[in-house]
């Protein structure tokens, strides 16, 4: 499936597209022949289509969609899809992946995966705070529960006092910046990682199986762009253009980790990273879309000083106020106008719980199985590069 359909043949992407394609075509015709410098260049065009026609589903979505619980799980699945189809790539070409100078690229890919791992963890942690969030909700919705009994002034004063202290302990993550950070749990068996053994030099980060009280979200994820600039045309000729795939995927490695960081509450969260992706390629679009989509949605008022942009903590904040402003004023016997704009509060209310309840688990599932895929994923790609260095 075509992954855009308004590029003509003078389209930009299809310029550079031949001139990446035509170095592959000179460099391995001259050795192996025309038939299979054509199937490697199909299979890494595939490569490409497959990462647009992600993102461009990605980013079709309405804004009401967008940094959703279920949105973040379709990025997760793009991502994993991609990974697959690239792990696939570097294990067909592996005796090339392990020579310089490619072996130098993909040991730098490994290196922002190891990084990587230390996000998801924090993203973890993020999950249990908005549990926590989720609890003094549904205190909210078991006192104001009209169906049982009528809402009388004790239970107002129950809900009144779980709405205060959901309104403290999203503050108190706004000024910490980690209410688990103590906690340090992680998707990972601890000390069972050969990791230590790989690290390159000139790299400062927390251990991955445990996010320090120092540990800086927006510290990692700028650490990692800092490193990601767009391949050169003599690196993309020494290795068969295979370094443009390498490049494709840590800059969805990046973007992800960003979007997670950007939704999630997470230790020390900032958002100012740059993006340098050559809008030639045809994934680039839809996703540097995205990436402005998501700085617009950061600078809206109501979601300026957030604890996250997840949808879904837009609306838990959303109902407490609103809950709270109704409970402020409210008079016993509750008046019938007054009721019934609670009741509409409560059904709100009700529904955000269902949400959390029957999402939240599966996003953290989600997030544990990526994890995982990346760990292994970097174990057997450090095994092929270290055999090749025998």
Known sequence: MPSTDNQGSSSPFHSFGRSIWSVRREQVHSVEGHHDSSAEELELESFHRQIADHFNALSAVADDELLSIAWIQKLLYAFVCCQEEFRAILLKDKALVSKPPLDRFVAEFFERSLKALDTFNATRDGIEKIRLWQKHLEIVQCALDSHKRTISEGQSRRARKALMDLALTMLDEKDSGSVFSQRNRSFGRHNTSKDHHHRLPGHSRSLSWSVSRSWSAAKQLQSIANSLAPPRGN??????????????????????????????????????????????????????????????????????????????????????????????????????????????????????????????????????EVFRSIMNMRTEGLEFLGSGSE
Not at 286 to 304: D, G, Y
């Open 235 to 368: 690196d993309i000729a020494a290795t068969n253009g295979l370094v443009v795939p390498v490049f494709a995927m840590s800059s969805l490695l990046l973007f992800v980790l960003w979007t997670l960081v950007a939704a999630i509450p997470c230790q020390d969260r900032g958002l100012n990273v740059h993006f340098s992706i050559p809008r030639q390629f045809s994934w680039g679009v839809p996703l540097l879309s995205l990436h402005e989509r998501i700085t617009e949605e950061s600078k809206k008022r109501e979601r300026r000083n957030s604890n996250g942009l997840l949808y879904e903590i837009y609306l838990i904040d959303k109902c407490a106020r609103q809950l709270t402003d109704l409970l402020d004023v409210a008079q016993f016997p509750l008046p019938e106008e007054q009721k019934i704009e609670l009741e509409h509060g409560i059904q709100e209310l009700t529904l955000v719980c269902e949400v959390l309840k029957n999402e939240l688990d599966p996003l953290e599932r989600q997030l544990r």
